[in-house]
């Protein structure tokens, strides 16, 4: 007798569509790039077919790209919430909508990650159905209507990564939340670490770097900053603000040592002031067995388990941060290494989105 869960799962013929504010493996589409290479990695492996379009120049290991000319897209959180929508000459969003105009036909769905207006508004014109995941939290008026026109005319074609970010769009109730994954055999388990504190990510004012710069000035523990430099002026205003902090800004790293660097610390850090749409850096401690001590708010809140993986805090309360750190020695740093293993692995991920595949395609 077949049980029904025997039955090989049709293998897809999928195309996914990038961002278009960077080429794929250079780091400037940030977290969606990590989750297209990803997904398209965990999909190959359970015996779909990927296509990747992106701009030219992109490259991704063995992953087949097809490369698309003209100018990069504006990164939508450089504008403001009013601003028109607006397209460079030769745009190479429109280009790689052009292309696969002209192929569909070959695929069974089409996987969109940009966070941009033009792809929402195509979707009727499509007979091949469109999934759409959202990298970020709402931005702008105009951004919100076209994906919530998306959202009740095409109902679950929406994706996320977490609920408080689909919180921030008027169609939040029609969001599947998919979370995120990472490859675990990248990341060694440390089983202790020196009273070391690290905090990972773009230097910028919505990171807010500096409550993590100030607790370490508070306790007396050494900081290691790990990210790339995005603000040099915001960068220069911590070091001016906590002379006598013992912080150390030591650049940025690719995944292989950052995780060799991650596994020697204490805790992780997180102070984000805006809202994190998800926080990968926050699953690549928990993989190293590193706990999280992070603000309650946006990604990272739904992803520690306070006081089992590390401790959620009041938003923007350094004190709650010199709390937290006082309390470490509360965390058993395996249970940091199997909530990753449960939830944020690439098999544990890819089941979240063939099954969001799979309900787009049995319910047209
Ligand atoms: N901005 N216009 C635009 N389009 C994107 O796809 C985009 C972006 N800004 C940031 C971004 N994508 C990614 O870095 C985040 O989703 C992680």
Same mark, same amino acid.
């Given at each position: 007798?077949?049980?029904?869960?025997?039955?090989?799962?049709?293998?897809?013929?999928?195309?996914?569509?990038?961002?278009?504010?960077?080429?794929?493996?250079?780091?400037? &589409?940030?977290?969606? %790039?990590?989750?297209?290479?990803?997904?398209? @990695?965990?999909?190959? /492996?359970?015996?779909?077919? #990927?296509? !990747?379009?992106?701009?030219?120049?992109?490259?991704?290991?063995?992953?087949?790209?097809?490369?698309?000319?003209?100018?990069?897209?504006?990164?939508?959180?450089?504008?403001?919430?009013?601003?028109?929508?607006?397209?460079?000459?030769?745009?190479?969003?429109?280009?790689?909508?052009?292309?696969?105009?002209?192929?569909?036909?070959?695929?069974?769905?089409?996987?969109?990650?940009?966070?941009?207006?033009?792809?929402?508004?195509?979707?009727?014109?499509?007979?091949?159905?469109?999934?759409?995941?959202?990298?970020? &939290?709402?931005?702008? %008026?105009?951004?919100?209507?076209?994906?919530? @026109?998306?959202?009740? /005319?095409?109902?679950?074609? #929406?994706? !996320?990564?977490?609920?408080?970010?689909?919180?921030?769009?008027?169609?939040?109730?029609?969001?599947?939340?998919?979370?995120?994954?990472?490859?675990?055999?990248?990341?060694?388990?440390?089983?202790?670490?020196?009273?070391?504190?690290?905090?990972?990510?773009?230097?910028?004012?919505?990171?807010?770097?500096?409550?993590?710069?100030?607790?370490?000035?508070?306790?007396?523990?050494?900081?290691?900053?790990?990210?790339?430099?995005?603000?040099?002026?915001?960068?220069?205003?911590?070091?001016?603000?906590?002379?006598?902090?013992?912080?150390?800004?030591?650049?940025?790293?690719?995944?292989?040592?950052?995780?060799?660097?991650?596994?020697?610390?204490?805790?992780?850090?997180?102070?984000?002031?805006?809202?994190?749409?998800?926080?990968?850096?926050?699953?690549?401690?928990?993989?190293?067995?590193?706990?999280?001590?992070?603000?309650?708010?946006?990604?990272?809140?739904?992803?520690?388990?306070?006081?089992?993986?590390?401790?959620?805090?009041?938003?923007?309360?350094?004190?709650?941060?010199?709390?937290?750190?006082?309390?470490?020695?509360?965390?058993?740093?395996?249970?940091?290494?199997?909530?990753?293993?449960?939830?944020?692995?690439?098999?544990?991920?890819?089941?979240?989105?063939?099954?969001?595949?799979?309900?787009?395609?049995?319910?047209?």
């Amino acid at each position: 007798m077949v049980r029904p869960t025997d039955l090989t799962k049709k293998s897809l013929k999928l195309l996914l569509l990038s961002t278009p504010v960077g080429l794929l493996g250079s780091g400037q &589409g940030g977290g969606v %790039e990590l989750t297209v290479q990803n997904i398209a @990695q965990e999909m190959l /492996r359970r015996g779909h077919q #990927i296509q !990747v379009v992106a701009p030219a120049g992109s490259a991704m290991g063995d992953i087949s790209i097809q490369e698309i000319p003209g100018n990069l897209q504006v990164p939508a959180q450089t504008q403001g919430q009013d601003n028109p929508i607006s397209m460079p000459k030769n745009p190479v969003l429109a280009n790689m909508w052009d292309y696969t105009r002209t192929v569909q036909a070959d695929y069974d769905l089409i996987v969109n990650f940009a966070f941009d207006w033009l792809p929402f508004y195509l979707t009727p014109f499509f007979h091949c159905p469109i999934a759409h995941f959202i990298s970020m &939290g709402s931005m702008s %008026e105009a951004l919100d209507r076209i994906m919530e @026109q998306v959202a009740i /005319r095409f109902p679950g074609t #929406i994706g !996320v990564y977490t609920a408080s970010q689909a919180a921030t769009f008027p169609f939040a109730q029609q969001c599947c939340c998919l979370g995120s994954g990472i490859d675990l055999s990248l990341y060694e388990f440390c089983a202790s670490a020196p009273l070391t504190l690290t905090w990972v990510g773009r230097i910028a004012p919505e990171k807010a770097l500096e409550d993590a710069v100030a607790a370490s000035q508070m306790t007396g523990m050494p900081l290691k900053i790990f990210g790339k430099m995005q603000d040099e002026d915001y960068w220069q205003q911590i070091c001016q603000d906590y002379p006598e902090a013992p912080v150390e800004y030591v650049g940025f790293f690719p995944t292989a040592e950052l995780q060799q660097q991650l596994g020697k610390c204490r805790a992780l850090l997180m102070t984000p002031r805006w809202m994190e749409a998800f926080g990968n850096v926050a699953i690549e401690a928990l993989a190293c067995g590193v706990p999280v001590i992070s603000y309650r708010r946006g990604g990272p809140a739904e992803i520690v388990q306070d006081g089992k993986t590390g401790f959620l805090v009041k938003p923007d309360q350094v004190a709650g941060l010199v709390e937290a750190i006082q309390r470490l020695d509360e965390i058993d740093r395996y249970a940091c290494r199997r909530q990753a293993e449960a939830e944020y692995s690439l098999e544990a991920l890819g089941d979240r989105f063939e099954t969001w595949f799979q309900d787009i395609l049995n319910s047209r």
